[in-house]
């Protein structure tokens, strides 16, 4: 018998790994929301990890564990193909040229710090969200994810920012862009958490799945294992 994927596994997967390219892209813009500086990923980064929340929840970490390599993978093809056009000769009429390599001629550092910290802090939420979930017997929904979501984006900017800003940004700066980062992806996961309970809920009934993780191995590598 073949395994299926659900269509809410399916679409959840879609917008996860959409969510991720986005916030990549996103990223090399640093913007000022009521005088708070801060890099525009913040606008859609934070629903890849209530997905992930979403995912390990209902299926478990395993599943998670599969998104999210998914996610690596589809951000690491889109960094090359973006290496690979900034690099090609462009068009002599063409003008866009140095608003292209800005956003796609990503500096290797930019790339290893990007993709190093998704890994961490995904895995991360994954791993505390589902043992919590074993921990609380199923129960405090609304505390494990915010608390796995403030692990998980507080591994990503500790990752993310020295890499990537480090001897760029001066040291004070470089903690203050890590600390609002930090409060405001986790201050999001909270205003939108009831949508995240209904649709968690909504998926559970759907799908007449409830996972608990008994006797999984944690071990990141292990993809087949879903």
């Not at 462009?90 to 998704?118: H, K």
Request: charged letters at 10%; proline letters at 4%.
């Amino acid at each position: 018998m073949k395994q299926q994927v659900s269509v809410p596994f399916m679409l959840l997967g879609i917008l996860f790994n959409v969510c991720l390219i986005t916030a990549n892209l996103l990223e090399t813009k640093v913007i000022t929301l009521f005088g708070i500086p801060m890099t525009a990923g913040l606008l859609v980064f934070p629903i890849s990890y209530i997905i992930n929340d979403c995912i390990a929840e209902v299926w478990g970490y395993g599943k998670a564990r599969l998104i999210i390599w998914s996610g690596f993978a589809m951000n690491f093809f889109v960094m090359i193909m973006g290496q690979i056009a900034v690099l090609m000769p462009a068009a002599d009429y063409w003008q866009g040229a140095e608003g292209f390599n800005f956003v796609f001629g990503m500096t290797p550092r930019i790339v290893l710090a990007s993709l190093t910290a998704f890994l961490v802090g995904s895995f991360l939420n994954a791993f505390v969200m589902s043992k919590m979930k074993i921990a609380h017997a199923g129960k405090n929904f609304s505390l494990r994810a915010i608390l796995s979501t403030i692990v998980g984006e507080t591994a990503d900017s500790i990752i993310f920012f020295p890499i990537a800003f480090g001897g760029i940004i001066a040291a004070p700066e470089l903690l203050q862009l890590m600390a609002v980062q930090i409060c405001l992806k986790s201050l999001y996961e909270i205003i939108v958490l009831p949508v995240t309970i209904r649709v968690v809920k909504a998926i559970k009934k759907m799908e007449n799945c409830d996972t608990y993780d008994q006797d999984i191995s944690y071990n990141p590598l292990k993809i087949h294992n879903v």
